[in-house]
């Protein structure tokens, strides 16, 4: 293909997807299944890697994330980013629309105001500024004068356009950061399977987020966006508030739209309305943002130190419930975390009937002070997930106890550790029966070991029959043990061993994130096995030298020492190891560590590897991928267009290398 014709498709390719974008998160109408769009993402992000010098801040390639941040620089907003006064009835809504009337010096013979009434959603607000087109910064509320520069964070986010076309410069949207009900389940199922603790709800998780300094763990994170406001409208032609969101989705950005409404007598009908409505969304909406729809409006009636006089929240009272609380068990799951669990009088909160309800964890038991025999108050945190939201100490029982946390695992009997700076207590015995089935699961899922044909009703017939007491026995498993199990026919039977069989020379990081070793997940399982190049290498490895492995912090590093010092999993490595499961890299002995111990940093564009490449084969040679120059880097490798971190190695005196130095240095030219 000849550079004009390159040129042309990787621009055809982007404004494809920057359509597409447009379609499904501003018009909610995607043309187009997710599988072409995948692929038209994979051939433009496949062009850009072969011809790097293609690649463009701007293409929609470039949602990954970057490198991390030391951290966040405070940015002074073009106005400020006032929060709204709530109101919780009838009553102060009608005192809020004579406020707004007195304001504009209208009568009661004068005609209603208009309002614009939208969902508030509870989520985190941001400011967005595009530039001659193209997203220039992005930051948090703060304190309302200042925030956080997070663009790298934002960056991440598809939903938010990396250019807008034919739009006044600058222009600057402010909207909420969320996440769906749908996004935050799938975050919580995949923290559960990598031995984390689940965030408490969405806004919870989303607020976290958009904390961090590494924007690449953003990017693998649910967040949504809606805008609500166009700073300076009038300047873009836009007169009310109705008219500015029309305007913001015809150019490409989410919004959840408006309703007008005229008068007090109007807003408590949108407020009926969205009683009921707001339960439909796959997003948390706790009540409904008022404002004057015409904006010249605004200018005369001003705003406080604090809230704009222009605009109030109605927030909705979250349902709540008594009941009594039965019992308090603990429950061990996959990856040994020990969560405790409400029994309750069944009670009907929010459009369903409760039973359970979460208590999180140890702290906050402790912090509630629960107790069996409790009146204790209920609600669902984000319309979702029961939780209990107080005692009522009035009705205590007399004779209650304090509820004592165990000590040992209710399960297997073995001690329950837990780390300093954790919330989650666990069991660390692998060989614990309530974790067995669902670690024998994941063992066999797709994204470990991936064997064919061991789902749940197999293992469950498994375990159940005696034939599997940990995951070392299923490599013993034959097609005669397995044809009188139910529904298991011969060629059935034939195919599953088989398929446990071909399982054994599975990737070292796939046998990594099988065994389920607590806080390491498949990417971090990657990075191990790249480092480390076998199970007994990392094995041998202590807590400081593991955390100075990229992306491996003192609680990764602390859950790996402590597995593998359990005698009970060192047992079953050596059972798999006697299975005949392969446990290190292929190319494990032919690598020859040469970096060890260096610090390297890459900047700027290289024609040979891509940033995660490169990054890779340093940490594969022994050496540690840094994302900043400091005193303690060994060398730098420069390609075109490095900035500051090439300037900052020359003045701390840092060697610098070029790509091609680079592969002499490591024998590879």
């Not at 410069?169 to 031995?195: I, K, Q, W």
């Not at 990229?550 to 299975?579: D, M, T, W, Y």
Request: charged share 30%; aromatic share 6%; proline share 5%.
């Amino acid at each position: 293909m000849s550079r004009t014709a390159l040129d042309k498709r990787v621009e055809e390719l982007r404004s494809l997807i920057r359509r597409y974008d447009h379609e499904y998160y501003a018009l909610a109408r995607p043309t187009v299944s997710d599988r072409e769009y995948d692929r038209l993402m994979e051939e433009l992000k496949r062009l850009e890697d072969e011809h790097p010098g293609l690649r463009s801040p701007d293409s929609p390639t470039q949602r990954v994330g970057g490198e991390p941040l030391e951290e966040f620089r405070t940015v002074r907003h073009s106005s400020p980013m006032l929060s709204l006064d709530n109101t919780y009835s009838e009553e102060e809504l009608a005192a809020f629309d004579e406020r707004v009337r007195r304001g504009l010096g209208r009568g009661a013979e004068d005609p209603p105001v208009t309002y614009a009434v939208e969902p508030k959603m509870d989520g985190v607000a941001v400011t967005v500024v595009y530039e001659d087109g193209r997203l220039a910064l992005g930051a948090t509320r703060g304190d309302g004068s200042r925030g956080d520069d997070i663009t790298a964070n934002l960056r991440t986010i598809r939903a938010i356009p990396l250019v807008l076309r034919e739009v006044a410069s600058p222009l600057e949207v402010r909207g909420e950061v969320y996440m769906t009900h749908a996004g935050f389940r799938r975050l919580n199922d995949r923290a559960r399977a990598e031995g984390r603790p689940p965030f408490v709800n969405p806004r919870n998780a989303t607020a976290g987020t958009l904390k961090l300094l590494d924007p690449r763990i953003v990017a693998r994170r649910p967040l949504m966006v809606a805008f609500y406001n166009l700073v300076e409208g009038e300047r873009h032609g836009v007169g009310t508030q109705l008219e500015a969101l029309e305007y913001l989705r015809s150019i490409g950005l989410p919004t959840h739209g408006g309703q007008p409404a005229e008068g007090p007598e109007g807003l408590m009908e949108r407020v009926k309305e969205w009683e009921s409505r707001r339960r439909e969304l796959d997003f948390d909406v706790d009540g409904l943002v008022v404002k004057v729809n015409a904006f010249p409006l605004y200018r005369r009636l001003g705003a406080t130190s604090r809230f704009p006089r222009w605009a109030i929240a109605f927030k909705y009272e979250a349902e709540q419930k008594p009941t009594r609380l039965l019992e308090i068990v603990v429950q061990v799951g996959r990856t040994g975390a020990v969560t405790p669990t409400a029994i309750l009088e069944p009670v009907f909160v929010s459009g369903t009937t409760v039973s359970r309800a979460t208590l999180h964890n140890a702290d906050e038991i402790e912090r509630l002070d629960v107790r069996k025999g409790d009146t204790v108050i209920v609600e669902k945190a984000g319309e979702i997930i029961p939780k209990v939201v107080r005692v009522v100490k009035e009705l205590r029982p007399r004779g209650t106890r304090k509820f004592v946390f165990p000590t040992r695992c209710p399960s297997c009997g073995s001690e329950l550790v837990r780390e300093e700076g954790e919330v989650a207590i666990r069991c660390v015995n692998l060989a614990c029966p309530a974790q067995r089935d669902r670690a024998i699961m994941h063992y066999a899922s797709r994204g470990a070991m991936d064997i064919e044909g061991l789902g749940e009703r197999v293992v469950l017939l498994l375990t159940g029959q005696g034939l599997v007491a940990d995951v070392s026995d299923l490599y013993k498993l034959t097609a005669d043990d397995l044809v009188p199990l139910e529904r298991m026919g011969e060629k059935s039977a034939e195919n599953l061993v088989a398929g446990i069989a071909e399982s054994r020379n599975r990737e070292l990081w796939r046998f990594l994130f099988a065994l389920g070793i607590p806080n390491v997940g498949a990417h971090v399982a990657r990075v191990l096995a790249r480092r480390y190049g076998s199970v007994d290498a990392l094995a041998a490895a202590g807590e400081e030298e593991l955390t100075v492995v990229n992306e491996v912090g003192p609680v990764i590093a602390r859950s790996v020492v402590q597995f593998f010092a359990r005698p009970e999993n060192r047992a079953l490595l050596k059972r798999l190891a006697r299975a005949g499961v392969r446990m290190e890299s292929e190319s494990h002995h032919a690598v020859e560590r040469v970096l060890e111990g260096q610090t390297v940093v890459v900047t700027g564009t290289l024609q040979r590897f891509t940033r995660d490449e490169i990054k890779g084969l340093i940490e594969e040679l022994g050496g540690h991928a840094a994302g900043s120059v400091s005193r303690k880097t060994s060398f730098v490798v420069a390609g075109e267009e490095a900035g500051s971190k090439l300037d900052k190695a020359r003045k701390l005196g840092v060697p610098v290398l070029t790509e091609a130095g680079f592969l002499e240095r490591i024998g590879r030219s």
